[in-house]
């Protein structure tokens, strides 16, 4: 039977079909309530914090400023064992700052809640929700 079938059908059966303006609404509702709800959620609240107590932390944007410098000219010049011996021993200092340390774990967690939630809405429509479709423009 044909969709437009089944719309008459159910039409006929005193059965309201939404129309897709309705449908569209809901789920932008839906969007919205999710949006606050992550929003308001813990997990998102530490995160917001520890980005934010990184961002006013000098030293620790210094240091995240100096190793990204370092590993652009890495990427630039080629290998280079002095330059790959600078940035190990940033990565040291960085996994010893504990803003950053606080930061990225945050992070981390935030990334776990919503791939748990990408999860949660792919089993329900029964395909990956946050797939790439490998679009773009070139």
């Given at each position: 039977m044909s969709d437009a079938q089944d719309v008459?059908?159910?039409?006929?059966?005193?059965?309201?079909?939404?129309?897709?303006?309705?449908?569209?609404?809901?789920?932008?509702?839906?969007?919205?309530?999710?949006?606050?709800t992550l929003g308001?959620?813990?997990?998102?609240?530490?995160?917001?914090?520890?980005d934010e107590a990184l961002q006013d932390d000098d030293d620790a944007m210094a240091l995240l400023r100096e190793y990204q410098r370092k590993q652009?000219?890495?990427?630039?010049?080629?290998?280079?064992?002095?330059?790959?011996?600078?940035?190990?021993?940033?990565?040291?200092?960085?996994?010893?700052?504990e803003t950053i340390q606080r930061q990225q774990a945050a992070q981390a967690d935030l990334i776990e809640l919503l791939q748990r939630t990408n999860d949660a809405i792919s089993d329900e429509i029964g395909e990956e929700f946050a797939r790439s479709t490998g679009g773009g423009c070139c």
């Open positions: 008459e059908d159910a039409a006929g059966d005193g059965v309201s079909v939404p129309d897709e303006g309705d449908v569209e609404a809901s789920v932008e509702a839906a969007l919205r309530e999710f949006l606050d308001e959620s813990e997990t998102y609240q530490q995160f917001v914090a520890a652009q000219q890495m990427q630039r010049g080629g290998f280079d064992e002095s330059v790959m011996a600078e940035l190990k021993q940033l990565q040291t200092e960085m996994s010893n700052n």
